[in-house]
């Protein structure tokens, strides 16, 4: 993607400038940093130690998703969805991408009542799509994820697009 760390950054520079976020609680990565071991820390270690029950917890993911067969996906369209890292290889999803399976459960751990996941990709109203393409997968993607992960007291998902929509990136913007 052309403008996914352009975009992390502005983000990054938004939270601050408008104090939603003090800097010692802001854990940016981005390009190399933003690899599947740092993300794991992060999101499932660091968040859940540090996120106290009256804090907001705001998680911004901007870069691609991918999707693999799963026949028991709970959101009934065949397809287990994931986010991935700077380092996943679309040949091999289950160890190198996080599925939006355990991005819930991590939504689950962080104690904070208020969690706004914020994810900026294609297809991302499936959150993880397909935007990149695995061999031998076409299929409409369940929206439903969103519902059961939004479901939360407390949680807001905010997608760039549509379960089956592309997000855009564009020079003018």
């Not at 040949?91 to 914020?118: C, G, Q, V």
Request: charged letters at 25%; aromatic letters at 6%; one cysteine or more.
């Amino acid at each position: 993607l052309k403008y996914a760390v352009r975009d992390a950054e502005a983000f990054k520079d938004l939270v601050l400038e408008r104090q939603v976020v003090n800097q010692e609680n802001l854990f940016f990565l981005i390009e190399d940093d933003a690899n599947i071991n740092n993300l794991r820390k992060v999101l499932g270690t660091t968040l859940k130690r540090k996120a106290a029950k009256e804090d907001m917890v705001i998680i911004y993911f901007a870069g691609h998703g991918a999707t693999e067969r799963d026949a028991k996906s709970p959101d009934g369209d065949g397809l287990e969805k994931s986010l991935m890292p700077i380092n996943a290889d679309p040949n091999d999803l289950y160890s190198t991408a996080i599925p939006m399976r355990e991005i819930s459960y991590i939504m689950n751990r962080i104690n904070a009542e208020k969690l706004i996941f914020i994810a900026d990709s294609c297809y991302s109203g499936a959150s993880g799509g397909r935007t990149v393409a695995i061999e031998g997968i076409r299929a409409n993607l369940s929206d439903v994820f969103l519902e059961r992960l939004a479901g939360a007291k407390g949680r807001v998902v905010i997608a760039a697009s549509g379960p089956n929509e592309v997000s855009v990136e564009s020079d003018q913007l």
